[in-house]
């Protein structure tokens, strides 16, 4: 086997791209304004889902103990609740009442209620209960759980979430569905874009690539300009996409966070990876499979 | 050796361009291939470099089975080859360096030898002071010259012409033709299609005279007489 330069791709292909200027120009820019749009996207549903985590606070549940257990029985309930199947054994938080006591102390120091813990601490009295932090792995399963909690002995009451988990879980499933239903769409839309543009540049040397069959070029030799015209078509498109996108989240992130308080805006510094690969898989991949199929026409042997 | 054994071609319009051809080429001949319009001269070069699969029949070139050949063999069996059209086909952006070079970078040529080897064939077609010219910029004649260094750059063992002189104004056809009779007598087997009844009857080669797809007349310091 002998070898070939890769200058020689290299050159044809941006030769190519050179030459097909206008053609060029607007499948970068048409490339470039959907991987915009599919990382808007993207990132306002991870946003929304981030906020919806939120709102959930973080799949808990309260479980209070009978007032008359014993500190025996309490670290018995704590250890029948580890052993459930959906309870994240590491994350069963177990507040006593001497510890909530002071808590509530403390966080109403200086107001005018402070007397009344003051007064309850000297006569001996608490009127709080043990308390146990659950977290849960799924969401789906929380009903299952309330039913396990409340089957075991000496577990008086359990602040339940289910109904808010159930609504939070309904919304992030039909806007992952959206999103999804969306995405493939766009990326449909982004292949049939780039095949269009290579199959002109194609079809432009048509008469160049039969003479490459008539001196016997194999089919990779004379596809492979075309696959790096369409890589550097995705290169270009993802590079400028990316800027584009991380000057737009930054700015519009900055407006909602001066708006409005409870909204919670993850900062690009954190997504900025996946940003970049997504749009760099998506142009480059849609770039040499579109002119792979492009060219098969004009290469049956 | 080329070898045509009963070969028909039949395009997909229901055209029989091919009926029935059987013939033998041995190395080192030069062979005129005349015969009216749309006779089947273009088919049957077009069989041979493989551009048209033949309908039945089989058909050999230098041991290379052309109705079983695979079609990733394709490319490396036309290096075997040198091909000339009427119509010249070279790039029109590239240098008559560049046009001769590209096909040696086809086959992965490493560019010293390409260097080394681009100028001694343009001097055989006698076009060693044109390197830089585009083809835009050379007559008929001298844009088929091109065309024929391009042909010879991979050594190939078969040159297959087709009215290589029919672009080409009448005084330097004769040098065409002239060379390509200088190629074969460098041992290799020359096929050429041609219109041009002054040169098959002054030349006196073997001349294959083709009707409707079928071989009527094959002869040795043959005439024209189609
Ligand atoms: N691609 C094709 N499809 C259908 N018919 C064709 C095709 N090429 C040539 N033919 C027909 O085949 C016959 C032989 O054509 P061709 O080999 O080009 O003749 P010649 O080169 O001798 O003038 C003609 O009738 C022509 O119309
Ligand atoms: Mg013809």
Redesign the interface.
């Known amino acids: 086997?002998?070898?070939?330069?890769l200058s020689?791709f290299l050159s044809q292909s941006f030769k190519g791209l050179w030459r097909n200027g206008v053609m060029s120009a607007a499948s970068i820019l048409v490339l470039m304004a959907l991987l915009i749009v599919m990382g808007s996207f993207s990132l306002l549903v991870y946003n929304i889902d981030v906020n919806l985590e939120n709102i959930g606070v973080l799949n808990e549940i309260v479980v209070f103990c009978d007032e008359n257990c014993t500190d025996e029985e309490i670290a018995d309930i704590g250890r029948q609740i580890r052993l459930l199947d959906n309870v994240n054994e590491d994350m069963v938080k177990h507040n006593t009442k001497q510890q909530i006591l002071d808590e509530e102390r403390a966080k109403y120091a200086g107001t005018e209620v402070e007397n009344v813990f003051k007064e309850m601490v000297d006569r001996g009295v608490n009127p709080y209960r043990d308390e146990f932090i659950v977290t849960y792995n799924d969401n789906s399963e929380v009903t299952t759980l309330e039913y396990q909690l409340g089957q075991i002995q000496g577990i008086d009451k359990i602040n339940s979430r289910a109904d808010l988990a159930e609504k939070v879980e309904g919304i992030k499933n039909s806007v992952t569905f959206i999103f999804i239903f969306f995405l493939v769409v766009l990326f449909v839309v982004s292949l049939f874009v780039i095949i269009n543009t290579i199959k002109l540049a194609v079809y432009a040397r048509k008469?160049?690539i039969?003479?490459?069959?008539?001196?016997?070029?194999?089919?990779w030799?004379i596809t492979l300009p075309f696959v790096f015209e369409g890589m550097l078509i995705g290169l270009i498109a993802s590079g400028v996409a990316y800027l584009v996108e991380w000057y737009m989240y930054t700015y519009i992130g900055k407006m909602l966070m001066q708006n409005s308080s409870i909204l919670t805006i993850v900062p690009f510094s954190q997504v900025d990876g996946f940003v970049i690969l997504g749009f760099l898989a998506v142009g480059l991949f849609s770039g040499i499979v579109g002119s792979a199929i492009s060219l098969r026409k004009y290469l049956k042997? | 050796m080329i070898e045509f054994k009963n070969v028909c071609k039949k395009y997909p319009n229901g055209t029989l361009a091919l009926d029935d051809v059987s013939l033998t080429i041995n190395d080192g001949e030069f062979v005129f291939i005349v015969g009216e319009s749309g006779a089947g001269k273009s088919t049957m070069l077009k069989t041979l470099?493989?551009e048209e699969k033949i309908s039945s029949g089989s058909l050999t070139v230098d041991g290379y089975d052309l109705v079983k050949i695979k079609?990733?063999q394709?490319?490396?069996?036309?290096?075997k080859l040198g091909?000339v059209f009427q119509d010249f086909?070279?790039?029109p952006d590239k240098t008559v360096f560049e046009n001769v070079a590209?096909?040696m970078?086809?086959?992965?040529?490493?560019?010293r030898s390409i260097k080394r080897r681009v100028p001694t064939i343009l001097s055989i077609v006698g076009l060693q002071d044109k390197y830089n010219d585009f083809p835009r910029e050379l007559s008929g004649g001298e844009q088929q010259r091109v065309a024929l260094a391009?042909a010879l750059?991979?050594n190939p063992s078969i040159i297959i012409a087709d009215e290589p002189t029919g672009n080409v104004d009448p005084k330097m056809s004769l040098d065409i033709m002239n060379l390509l009779l200088k190629i074969q007598k460098r041992g290799k087997t020359v096929l050429v299609v041609t219109h041009e009844k002054n040169f098959v009857d002054y030349f006196q080669q073997r001349v294959i005279t083709i009707k409707n797809g079928k071989i009527v007349d094959d002869k040795v310091g043959g005439m024209f007489d189609a």
């Open positions: 086997m002998r070898k070939y330069s020689y008469q160049e039969a003479i490459m069959r008539y001196v016997g070029a194999t089919k030799f042997a | 470099f493989r079609n990733r394709i490319p490396h069996y036309r290096r091909i086909r070279l790039f590209f096909a970078r086809v086959i992965g040529e490493p560019t391009r750059a991979n």
